[in-house]
């Protein structure tokens, strides 16, 4: 029940901004309600650098007002670790939602740029396992292994990022995002070394870094927000 309570309370957190905008009494602005579809570049990109870690990223958006977005980020990550003594390998699917904030003025918004905040509530759900443990000690080498198992796991996100229009309703941009594990459902010999959607779970925050390429369809008339 406590772990039931405290994702609904992260979750209510993240989409709270999203349902109180109505409610704002801001300086009406015609801002044009749009649909944007996009997709994450660096994990491929880094592939071709690390061939330990492969993303695949996409990005849905609906943007409300001039302000505020709904957001969407579904993908799919498959992620290998090893050394002399060691095998790790996870392979999942996961989910962010939640809310882009812009912190732009209304002027510069009306034309399709982007300069904000972001807060998201992931879920990740992958299989591990560790093929490959050896261990040696004062009676020699021992080997043994992990088998393949389910987990399912929750992270909030932080992130700041900027978006322009190049062309248009073509936009590039980039956000800088700091990760944290809320829970999973992996533990002790199965605690997760790597998450898909949120990374490596080593440290308390996880720092990441995208790089978007975004098409943005309008979407009814323009209207007074």
């Known amino acids: 029940m406590k772990r039931i309570f405290r994702f609904s309370f992260s979750l209510c957190l993240v989409l709270l901004p999203v349902v109180s905008y109505a409610q704002e009494e801001a300086d009406t602005v015609k801002a044009q309600k749009s649909l944007s579809l996009g997709i994450d570049i660096t994990g491929p990109v880094l592939y071709s650098i690390n061939r330990s870690v492969y993303n695949f990223e996409g990005r849905i958006d609906y943007r409300l007002n001039y302000k505020y977005y709904i957001v969407l980020e579904p993908g799919f990550s498959s992620y290998n670790y090893e050394k002399y003594n060691y095998e790790y390998n996870s392979r999942g699917i996961y989910l962010r939602m939640g809310t882009d904030i812009s912190l732009l003025a209304p002027v510069a918004a009306k034309i399709n740029h982007f300069a904000g905040i972001g807060l998201r509530y992931g879920l990740s759900v992958f299989n591990q396992e560790t093929p490959f443990i050896s261990v040696e000690n004062y009676w020699g080498e021992h080997t043994t292994s992990v088998e393949k198992n389910s987990v399912h796991s929750h992270f ?58 975004i098409y943005r369809f309008p979407v009814g008339n323009v209207s007074a927000e």
């Open 156 to 213: 909030l996100e932080l992130q700041g990022g900027v978006r322009t229009e190049v062309f248009k309703n073509v936009l590039i941009g980039w956000a800088v995002k700091l990760r944290a594990l809320v829970y999973s459902s992996g533990k002790n010999r199965r605690k997760a070394v790597y998450i898909p959607g949120m990374g490596g779970t080593d440290k308390f925050l996880s720092p990441s870094i995208s790089y978007y390429i």
